[in-house]
């Protein structure tokens, strides 16, 4: 079933009588070639592009819930591809590039909205950083612009500009970052993975990987032992658990992430503003909510949900640089398990156990990395090559040293910074 105005101008005139469901309900075979563990973002987004692009249909997606119910749900929706070192730069603008063209690709309305994206900078010193971060952008063919105090109060007049603790020193504007329906993500990529014949199934969770003899050769599941001649670990929050299942122990922390949505409001912030200083960021809806999070909150932990004092933390950083915010009423808060890897950079690799793989590290920024990290490990996985775009992001860098991506300069330990 394709997507189309004249589809849903029939459906519409016709009682909505036509619809079919957007993937099909499989029974597990007993074998595939590929298995992927985790029915999130990045899982789905593989299991797509393996179909789509290398012909590899005979793939199974096992996921312990259902689609889309992990950290591909929870998150504040933020696309964006403005990172400043190699390796990330040419990773992420090749995620932008890819939700640029998803729709059409999908056949389905993912709600990208390129409303831009505006980091503010407090000191001399970050804004300094932040223009040779844009130059990096702008080198990488992607779009950066530094805004004066100026030019920004133009933009964005509500903010405290004269706050005593962090006074705003401009801001670097990335005009096509913004953000994407995230349960429609999962969904379009649910639905392409399975039209073109991968099987995608819930409440299957993994409990075991086979291994014999340097070789993986499949899984154990709630619903009984899969066989595989590749397998790829692409939980997310859960990655060492899956990991540790194979006897390995990979260089991440799982931490939560806390997010937060107040009433519906008539439109008034365009854009998606961060603020890294006072650790907060905020766009809006298009139901009207003020979505907005802040940090992790800085110990491991697999407790998916909120508590109170981070809730007080990130009221008191938007209060301080919109004191407007005040007025609102929040109506939700939710956490999600990060996959915290120690240079706050992904991994995506072999592992020393042949045919096993693994994708994770996706810290608090794999959302807008969906496109792209389910495209590199459809690569990896069908032609057993790196993608040009994914070439750094290899797993013994943290064992040698070499290679080591500090994006944000914090030091080796990305979650304490
Ligand atoms: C509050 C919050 C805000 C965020 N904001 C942003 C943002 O604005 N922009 C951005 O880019 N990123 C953001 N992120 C990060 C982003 O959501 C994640 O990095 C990304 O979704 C992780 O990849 P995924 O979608 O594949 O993960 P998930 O959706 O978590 O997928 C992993 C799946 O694996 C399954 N699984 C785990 N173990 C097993 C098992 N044993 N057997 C079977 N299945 C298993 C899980 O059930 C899960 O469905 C945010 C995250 C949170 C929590």
Not at 105 to 134: E, K, T
């Amino acid at each position: 079933m394709r997507f189309s105005a004249l589809k849903i101008l029939a459906e519409g005139l016709t009682g909505n009588k036509g619809w079919t469901a957007h993937w099909r309900d499989p029974q597990p075979k007993p074998e595939y070639d590929i298995v992927i563990i985790g029915g999130g973002g990045h899982g789905l987004s593989c299991a797509h592009y393996l179909a789509k692009e290398h012909g590899i249909t005979n793939v199974a997606v096992l996921e312990k819930g259902y689609l889309g119910g992990g950290n591909v749900g929870r998150n504040t929706t933020i696309v964006r591809a403005n990172y400043g070192l190699s390796g990330n730069s040419e990773f992420y603008s090749h995620s932008l590039k890819l939700w640029e063209g998803l729709e059409q690709d999908l056949n389905y309305n993912v709600m990208l909205s390129q409303r831009g994206i505006i980091n503010l900078c407090h000191s001399d010193g970050q804004r300094d950083a932040f223009i040779r971060r844009g130059n990096a952008m702008v080198n990488q063919g992607d779009d950066a612009i530094f805004l004066t105090p100026d030019a920004l109060q133009k933009m964005l007049p509500f903010l405290d500009y004269e706050q005593s603790r962090f006074p705003i020193f401009g801001g670097l504007y990335h005009p096509r970052g913004g953000t994407a329906r995230h349960d429609a993500v999962a969904w379009g990529y649910a639905r392409g993975a399975s039209s073109r014949g991968v099987d995608l199934i819930q409440q299957c969770e993994v409990t075991g990987i086979d291994v014999s003899e340097g070789k993986v050769t499949g899984v154990q599941t709630t619903r009984g032992p899969i066989r595989a001649k590749k397998v790829a670990m692409m939980g997310a929050g859960r990655s060492s658990q899956l990991a540790e299942m194979a006897g390995m122990r990979l260089p991440v922390e799982s931490h939560v992430l806390q997010a937060f949505v107040t009433e519906g409001l008539k439109p008034c912030i365009d854009h998606v503003i961060s603020y890294g200083a006072g650790h907060f960021y905020i766009s809006q809806s298009d139901k009207g909510g003020l979505v907005f999070g802040g940090d992790l909150d800085m110990y491991a932990s697999y407790a998916a949900r909120g508590n109170l004092p981070m809730v007080e933390h990130v009221a008191e950083a938007g209060m301080t640089l919109m004191p407007m915010i005040g007025k609102a009423k929040m109506l939700r808060s939710w956490g999600g398990i990060m996959d915290m890897s120690s240079d706050g950079s992904p991994i995506i690799d072999r592992t020393h156990i042949d045919g096993l793989h693994v994708s994770c590290g996706w810290c608090y920024g794999g959302f807008k990395a969906v496109p792209a990290g389910g495209h590199v490990m459809a690569h990896l996985l069908a032609t057993g090559q790196h993608h040009p775009a994914a070439a750094k992001f290899r797993l013994d860098r943290f064992r040698s040293g070499r290679g080591i991506m500090d994006e944000e300069a914090t030091g080796s330990q990305h979650n304490l910074h």
